[in-house]
């Protein structure tokens, strides 16, 4: 190219770039426009839902669990605690090797195969996302700190200080107070949205007992709060607030001394003892062996120790107290020959003779009394009563018939649940024709109420009915609902009076004189409670059959298996000319009421009526006590 | 050596660049460059206290790096333009041979390997490609005739390709685009024909298919999937566009207040002080405060770019546009990726994301545009 060329080159090159750095100019301004455009459009367009969505990731509500109300016996003790416990739990979302951290933590803290088990049962149930799921309770101080050193590299792992529940007397109270556990899926899954909100961080619920009855007030009001967190889910400071109400303070009708008089009373044998106080209807003591010890379902019980507790053949979980159905045997004997005198088929004079069984007219088969030879040419009601002669109230039934027998029984509890407020009482059975049909599709026969008269073929009643007959008894046919719970929150729950059944009381007077003397009569049943007793007592033994006895065949208890030996039972009232204490007792193959189940309700009365020296408590001093104890406790 | 002769008997340039003979000029310093700079630098430093979370420790770090980046700056201002020109090619083949070295002996994180370590010190070649690229493809058309004939553009976009391919392999596509940017742009102001262009992205969007197959790997394509819809996956690939984006739109008009913004503070907008600091800028200052730093940039630009039309010759004048629109791809891809507009690459803020290798490649780039700005005259050679 020549020279020439060259120079007109250098000016279109020249122009060129001009032209190049204009385009880019014009490029650059448009792209700028853009960007600003594209941030106008995000920061004032759509600044309402960035907010939004900004604030979204800062602001967490934060559900704060209520603290459980406390649960105190009648003196002010603590039943039911809630203490403080450092837990360790997982936030499975948060996490990313679950094996990996376990072998870390484990590096750290102690975990045991049965904190991993339980671990991983609570996995797989369910539960709400990004909730924690506890892997070990009760951390010690040491262990907090080590764990709070390695924090940075724990993603996802907590350590919270929790209330837990703690009940301080072990078994003593299990079957009455109950217990809680972790919410299940089964009770999720019946939660309606509002529990579900009452429960946000709640992780514990009544399982049995009172714990369950009185769930809803026990649980407390869950409070709010909302939180700014960063993006790693720490709270950085609380915004707002809105306190949790604790739950409900119970004080019950149970006093720990008679509870511990009845629990040890049974100890080494399967059997209830239910107390209850006659003005009230407070049940002052409600013991069933064996019993367990509440604190393992707090936080999870171990498979081991739940397959322990549930297939021993004792079954230490069944409460017998309102779930055990017993024959109530000799128990009833007084009521019905109440029912006799109320109906006028025997006055208190009539006598029977006793050869030793009884036969129906045109019958076989001899009804046997428990005493061979029987009880003598003249069986009055006293005596049938306080020897507890079987021959003499098979002719007093067969005379009164079923129909009068059932409507009776029905004035004193039998055959239907107390409505304690405790859940899966049993209502026992209190026979009737219409029963009988029902239910075995047969007629009511003559021998039928043979059985009941004492006590045994289809009458069953549970502990609890008993003590709740013998209370109203004592209280001359008022019938109160037996109650477990005495306040709440310092609100005295009032007595509720079921029914007020109307008896001559000559009538009672016969009774009463009889049921003190199988106690302190010569000849008495239970007549071995009554050496050193302070005051005196009313009562009536039992001794039921588990099996079978065949026609002339005789009990030998050396024959039978040890599962197979008579219960005994025991029902009493105490003290005789101003009675106060109702108390039941049933022991499971305790063979004798006399012997067996008449003394351990004497420990009981001996546990509410005297004081520590052994002293008999006047009414004032038992009330000055009580107040001094509740005031004492409650300090 | 004709084209030598002929750069020599050409007419002087207009004399109103004599006004600028003085101290400044004998220092090598662009003064209106260096205030605006100085300028974003202070910005910069502002916006990255708070983008740190208050903590002093990164921006004193930051400090140290202007300090590196200013005397890198400075001293680059020193050198002859004739000598640039000259040592191109070297430096050119010396970034190579580091960039091959980098894939038989790098260190990196996350799969990838950017850095050389020598004696303890790191460093990462291919941020001086950037500056390499641009120089020898500046310096080869400047002693071609323009607009540049075919052959030579074939062979300007094989010096490209090479270095770029090097980069892409580590992988870090984000570099990569920068570094072939810069030789493209170079080559744009160098007078490419429109036609060469029009079928060149015409090829670019034909052979997008086959890229997308073979040439990308997992997690380029899944940020590039993002872009499309970051909602569908908000707590894994979308997470850091979802957070920026509810960052930069809670601003509002003037923002949440410096060190106030929730987002930024609370760590849920990611990289926060490094690719996402405008995001940061956004929630505390506003719409205001971008705008700001928009016309900070707009300035540089534009201030660069006069540099580059009144420079005396073909190379100083591609070297100027070249790297003043290059910093202008930074400053788009950053600003539009963090919004949500553009794929997430990693390219970080100009001068205001924390980092130190980025900077001092980037004010050396400003060093050549003063070196061009106050080249001495010369007159009558």
């Known amino acids: ?635 | 050596m004709n084209q030598q002769d002929f750069i020599r008997r050409m007419p002087e340039a207009s004399s109103h660049l004599r006004r600028q003979d003085g101290m400044w000029q004998k220092l090598h310093i662009d003064v209106p460059l260096l205030i605006l700079l100085l300028a974003l630098t202070a910005f910069g430093l502002f916006v990255l206290y708070s983008a740190s979370g208050g903590d002093g420790h990164y921006v004193r770090r930051q400090g140290v790096f202007f300090i590196l980046s200013y005397i890198a700056m400075f001293s680059l201002a020193q050198v002859p333009l004739a000598m640039m020109q000259r040592w191109a090619p070297w430096f050119y083949g010396w970034g190579l041979i580091l960039l091959v070295l980098v894939l038989v002996m790098g260190t990196g994180a996350k799969g990838a390997q950017r850095w050389l370590e020598i004696g303890g010190f790191r460093f990462q070649p291919s941020e001086a490609l950037k500056l390499a690229v641009p120089l020898l493809i500046a310096s080869y058309f400047s002693q071609r005739m323009l607009p540049p004939a075919f052959k030579h553009v074939f062979w300007a976009l094989i010096l490209i390709t090479l270095p770029t391919l090097l980069i892409v392999k580590q992988p870090d596509l984000g570099t990569s685009l920068l570094v072939a940017t810069s030789g493209l742009l170079v080559l744009f102001f160098a007078g490419l024909r429109w036609r060469y262009i029009v079928s060149a992205a015409a090829l670019v969007i034909g052979s997008a298919w086959p890229m997308w197959h073979w040439g990308l790997h997992g997690y380029q394509k899944q940020r590039i999937m993002t872009l499309f819809n970051p909602e569908a996956d908000p707590y894994g690939a979308g997470w850091n566009i979802k957070q920026s984006k509810a960052a930069i739109g809670s601003g509002g008009w003037d923002g949440k207040g410096w060190l106030q913004g929730t987002q930024s503070q609370l760590d849920f907008l990611p990289e926060s002080h490094t690719d996402f600091i405008i995001a940061v800028l956004s929630e505390e200052m506003g719409l205001m405060g971008v705008l700001a730093l928009m016309g900070l940039y707009l300035l540089i630009i534009a201030r660069g770019l006069i540099i580059a039309l009144k420079a005396q010759h073909s190379f100083g004048r591609l070297l100027a546009a070249g790297i003043t629109l290059t910093f202008f791809v930074y400053i788009f891809v950053n600003i539009g990726m963090v919004s949500g507009m553009l794929p997430v690459v990693g390219v970080p803020l100009p001068l205001v994301s924390h980092g130190g290798t980025a900077l001092i490649t980037l004010m050396a780039g400003f060093g050549i545009l003063m070196a061009i700005s106050t080249e001495p005259k010369k007159v009558g050679l």
Not at chain 1, 178 to 194: A, F, H, K, P
Not at chain 1, 598 to 611: C, N, T, W
Request: proline content about 4%.
């Open chain 1, 1 to 635: 190219m020549s020279e020439n060329h060259r120079i007109q080159d250098h000016h279109y090159e020249a122009r060129i770039f001009m032209h190049r750095v204009l385009v880019a100019a014009v490029v650059v301004l448009g792209l700028l426009g853009m960007l600003a455009a594209r941030y106008y459009n995000l920061t004032i367009t759509h600044h309402d839902l960035y907010v939004t969505e900004s604030e979204k990731n800062r602001v967490h509500v934060q559900s704060i669990a209520p603290t459980r109300g406390l649960i105190y016996d009648r003196k002010g003790r603590l039943l039911a605690d809630n203490r403080p416990s450092y837990t360790l739990s997982l936030i499975i979302e948060r996490v990313e090797n679950i094996d990996e951290i376990l072998v870390q933590l484990r590096q750290l803290v102690k975990i045991s195969d049965v904190d991993v088990e339980r671990f991983s049962r609570a996995r797989r149930k369910g539960r709400r996302p990004y909730e924690a799921v506890p892997l070990r309770y009760r951390l010690s101080e040491d262990e907090i700190a080590r764990l709070a050193v390695n924090e940075y590299r724990l993603e996802g792992v907590e350590v919270e200080a929790q209330l837990i529940r703690f009940y301080p007397y072990g078994e003593l109270f299990a079957h009455a107070v109950g217990y809680v556990g972790s919410i299940n899926q089964r009770e999720l899954d019946v939660m309606t949205e509002e529990d579900m909100h009452d429960y946000a961080s709640t992780r514990s619920i009544g399982k049995v007992g009172l714990e369950s009855h009185y769930e809803r007030k026990l649980l407390g009001e869950v409070g709010y709060q909302n939180v700014e967190t960063n993006a790693r889910g720490r709270v950085l400071r609380v915004l707002e607030r809105k306190d949790p109400i604790p739950g409900k303070t119970l004080q019950l009708h149970l006093d720990t001394d008679l509870q511990d008089a009845a629990h040890s009373a049974l100890s080494g044998r399967r059997g209830s003892v239910v107390a209850i106080e006659i003005a009230t209807g407070g049940v002052l003591a409600l013991a069933s062996t064996p019993s367990f010890n509440p604190n393992l379902f707090v936080t999870g019980i171990s498979h081991k120790d739940y397959n322990a507790l549930n297939t021993s053949l004792d079954k230490p979980m069944y409460n017998r107290a309102i779930q055990g159905q017993y024959p109530p045997a000799s128990t009833v004997k007084p009521m019905l020959a109440l029912a006799a005198l109320h109906y006028g088929v025997n006055d208190e004079k009539r006598s029977i003779r006793d050869p030793g069984f009884f036969q129906l007219k045109g019958h076989e088969r001899k009804y046997r009394d428990w005493k061979k030879r029987g009880h003598g040419n003249q069986v009055d009601m006293k005596q049938a009563i306080s020897e507890s002669c079987d021959t003499y109230f098979y002719d007093l039934a067969h005379r009164m018939g079923i129909d009068r027998i059932h409507d009776f029984g029905l004035h004193f509890g039998l055959g239907a649940r107390t409505d304690i407020d405790i859940p899966n009482e049993n209502g026992g059975n209190w026979p009737s024709k219409a029963w009988k049909n029902g239910r075995h599709g047969l007629p009511w026969f003559p021998g039928d109420s043979l059985n009941v008269s004492i006590g045994q073929g289809f009458t069953q009643a549970t502990p609890l009915q008993l003590a709740e007959m013998t209370a109203t008894i004592a209280a001359r046919g008022v019938r109160k609902k037996p109650m477990l719970v005495r306040t709440i929150d310092g609100e005295v729950q009032s007595p509720v009076e079921v029914e007020r059944f109307n008896v001559s009381s000559r009538h009672w007077d016969i009774i009463f004189d009889a049921m003190r003397e199988v106690v302190h009569g010569r000849r008495g049943t239970g007549q071995r409670i009554r050496r050193g007793a302070k005051y005196e007592m009313a009562g009536k033994t039992g001794t039921a059959q588990v099996v079978g006895i065949k026609q002339d065949e005789e009990y030998d208890a050396s024959k039978l298996n040890a599962r197979h030996l008579d219960h005994a039972l025991f029902i009493g009232f105490a003290p005789y000319d101003n009675p106060k204490i109702a108390v039941a007792v049933v022991v499971e193959n305790g063979e004798h009421g006399s012997s067996t189940a008449a003394p351990m309700a004497r420990k009981v009365f001996d546990a509410y009526l005297l004081d520590e020296k052994g002293k008999l408590l006047s009414d004032a001093a038992q009330d000055d006590l009580f107040a001094a104890q509740l005031a004492e406790n409650e300090l």
